[in-house]
């Protein structure tokens, strides 16, 4: 796989903080050729993304954004999950529309399934498989009275995903959107990792958990949804879709298979003899948490248009095994299991 700077791309990167662009610089000294930092502390102020597309000397031709509130210890969900969420993409949406000048070729949006999945799924029985017109039916006050900060997750993608289409269609600007929308992410880091703290919420949940004894057992225990995509599958299919034009005005979903408690126990204690005593053994052979049938999605549409953006129109994902495995393996590296 081709990265984007191995493509020739020249990028001009957000981050939070001066602080956390030394980070990046010190885990990946080679990025500094190729990558300008900006900082964006805050999202949410006024006009934040204005002076990137200002201060650049070259004008931009892309614009991926990725960044959105994913952290579910919150006081207040729609002040802190929901609102943050729109705005940031309705903003660098809007400056790319006044700003990005004639350039400026395709906005990818990343997405989530959650935006396309029902909340409310009834687990007990496979339903019929999701398509890309599906929208997630979850609402503000849905998440707000039942105070569920996932709820409010899938709502602030959801409110977010479809802010950026209601803006394409009322402002018409000259370049088009495709929306990428991945089910859980896991895979390898390469963020800068200063201890276990640092591992990121759904490497931590969905494969970390079962290793740092927080499960010590995984009778009863079930997850959010039941579908995932290694990370590098995810950062590819961005690339692509700069440039595929099959994505256009599309959403893509992004899906490569089955993901569950035990299946992740099994990968592990199979191919990490050393990390076996650490593992809960389950029920190798029960999969899936007893009276859970997840929908499943239908891929058909998006897989097409993927295989269009590669260079041999073929898309494979990376399946559960290797992203496990290669997770696993960079979690020991930086020491953080
Ligand atoms: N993880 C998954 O399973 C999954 C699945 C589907 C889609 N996604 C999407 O993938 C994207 C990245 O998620 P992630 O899993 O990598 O989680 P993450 O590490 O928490 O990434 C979210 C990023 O957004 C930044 N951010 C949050 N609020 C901000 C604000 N007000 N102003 C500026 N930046 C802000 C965060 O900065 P700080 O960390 O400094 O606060 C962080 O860098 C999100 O859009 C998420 O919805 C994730």
Redesign the pocket.
Known sequence: MLTSRQRGYHITATV?SHE?IDAILKTHPSWKNNIDFTV?????TEEPFDDIFHNTTKPFDYVIH??????FQVNDIRKEMIE?AEM?TTKILRAAQKYGGSSLKRFVL?????AVLNSFEDMTKEGKPYTERDWNPVTTEQAVERKDPVLGYNVS?TRAEADAWELMKSNKPTFDLAVIN????IGPMIHPISGPRSI???NQFAIASFIDGTHKDIEGLTFPFYHFVDVRDVARSHVDALTNPAASGQRILLIAGLISPQLVVNIIRENFPQLRERVPEGNPSQILPPGIHPTGWDMRVSIDILAKGTNEKRWNYIDLKQSVIDTVNSMLEHRVI
């Open positions: 939070r956390k964006v502390a805050d999202f949410t990725t960044a959105s509130p994913l952290r943050p940031g990343l997405g989530s399934a959650v993608k991945p089910d859980i992410i990121n919420q759904t």
